[in-house]
């Protein structure tokens, strides 16, 4: 959390209530880099799984994809 505060991610403020609860909240930054991360693992998600990913593919199989080996019966 700290770390993400650095870098002026999130702000942390302590809850105007509960004195021991702290209020955690996304900057303007911070929201567009999750926007951008997320798109980014939507489309690796695309790309591993292709349009058809609702079809069960085995460990293997998808293993073999990322290897480059797919087809072959090494």
């Known amino acids: 959390m ?3 505060e650095k870098k002026q991610l999130v702000t942390r403020r302590t809850d105007a209530r509960d004195r021991r609860a ?3 909240s996304a900057t303007p930054a911070g929201a567009a880099l999750a926007r951008a991360a997320t798109q980014d693992v ?3 998600d695309l790309a591993f799984f292709g ?3 609702h079809e069960a593919r085995s460990l ?4 073999a ?3 480059g080996t797919a087809g072959t019966d090494d």
């Open 51 to 53: 349009p058809g990913h």
């Open 42 to 44: 939507e489309a690796a």
């Open 22 to 24: 702290v209020r955690v």
């Open 65 to 67: 994809l990322l290897d």
């Open 60 to 63: 293997v199989e998808h293993l």
């Open 2 to 4: 700290r770390t993400l």
